[in-house]
């Protein structure tokens, strides 16, 4: 059996991916797998870093404004879509024979799965936003399965009849710790926690309105807060406690630029505040936890939104856009949370019921559905 993927972009694209491709191994070991991606992007990184064969393809996004520079580089893209890349990806898969083609986002997808339906392979692509992404829309009523994080995402595309709901795959089964545990194992003391961040680059509105939430913990008692100010992000968050007269009290606070163990801070959390990434919000709903999302706003086609009203719709999140993010309005919302502890916990169990653990298993049932077991088998 020979599977290709096709991924690209952003880590919530390739991480399904990879996860898809560690369950097909770990059940059939003989499978061969070749990624196709774009050669300087996070996917050439991720994809040797996980030991799978990779394949580069010169490819980029259309920019959506008008300016004479994107104009340019816009009908540079189109060429490459529609002609250099087109012919590279037929030429990789005439050369591979793959018997299966698995999409899960990025531009590259939409490329290599056409290519795919046109020599006539098995295709199947998956999307991990609650908002399909253009690859996923372009494919909808061409790959032989579409597969889907939500339920949500159903009324965007245009055959719901090929679309399963399978959730989205972890790489690995999310250690879940008891929540006093977790919080001993970090040495902070066994009360109220809160857990921010913003992504490994951090998020300057959310950097700053957190420091005035913190300072508002520090007089409402104990209360413990971990925050994750990313990567550029430090001294604007230096500042912003100092704005707000924090004196950082390390018996209830950590405050790093990134957090290594993310899951046993989200175990010890009983509140995340963050964005809404795609794998974030799996992450939220696997472990549990109740949350307050900020999407980011420059996400394509504001899909971040539609993965926070997901959680919003089922009483499981606060949404607040980045537009109306305000330190005074984080601190309502957060202390309205606190306050109300049967809200909190309501918001806790309904997270808990979204949880979808076995999204791989589920995935691979479909696609041994789609080409047959014998195939694996032979």
């Excluded at 990789?92 to 392979?121: C, H, M, N, W």
Aim: with cysteine; net charge positive.
């Amino acid at each position: 059996m020979r599977v290709v993927f096709a991924a690209g972009g952003t880590a919530g694209h390739i991480n399904p991916a990879l996860a898809i491709a560690d369950k097909i191994k770990s059940v059939f070991p003989d499978t061969e797998i070749l990624f196709i991606g774009t050669p300087d992007g996070m996917e050439s990184r991720l994809v040797a870093k996980a030991g799978y064969d990779f394949r580069g393809v010169e490819m980029s996004g259309f920019q959506r404004d008008f300016s004479p520079r994107s104009v340019v580089r816009n009908v540079k893209a189109a060429y490459c879509y529609l002609v250099s890349a087109k012919r590279a990806v037929r030429k990789i898969l005439k050369e591979f024979k793959p018997d299966l083609a698995v999409g899960t986002g990025g531009y590259v997808t939409g490329t290599v799965l056409r290519s795919a339906v046109s020599l006539g392979i098995k295709t199947v692509t998956h999307e991990s936003n609650s908002y399909p992404g253009a690859a996923t829309k372009l494919l909808s009523d061409k790959a032989d399965k579409v597969l889907l994080a939500t339920e949500d995402a159903v009324k965007y595309l245009k055959d719901p009849s090929r679309c399963i709901v399978t959730g989205n795959p972890l790489r690995t089964n999310i250690p879940i710790e008891e929540r006093g545990a977790a919080r001993e194992r970090l040495g902070l003391p066994d009360c109220f926690t809160v857990l921010s961040f913003g992504g490994s680059l951090g998020a300057n509105k959310i950097t700053e309105a957190v420091a005035e939430l913190i300072a508002w913990e520090q007089k409402t008692g104990e209360i413990n807060h971990i925050h994750s100010y990313g990567g550029k992000n430090k001294e604007l968050f230096q500042n912003a406690l100092k704005s707000a007269n924090v004196r950082e009290d390390k018996r209830h606070q950590m405050f790093r630029e990134y957090i290594d163990n993310m899951y046993t801070c989200m175990c010890a959390a009983d509140l995340i505040i963050s964005r809404a990434g795609a794998m974030t919000i799996t992450e939220l709903t696997e472990i549990g936890r109740p949350s307050v999302l900020v999407p980011y706003p420059a996400a394509a086609e504001n899909h971040q939104y539609y993965n926070a009203l997901t959680l919003v719709n089922e009483n499981a999140a606060v949404l607040i856009e980045d537009k109306n993010l305000t330190k005074a309005r984080l601190v309502e919302e957060v202390s309205k949370l606190y306050q109300d502890t049967a809200r909190l916990h309501l918001m806790e169990q309904n997270a808990a019921k979204m949880r979808k653990p076995n999204a791989a298993d589920i995935i691979l049932k479909e696609i041994i559905d789609l080409v047959g077991e014998d195939k694996f088998a032979g």
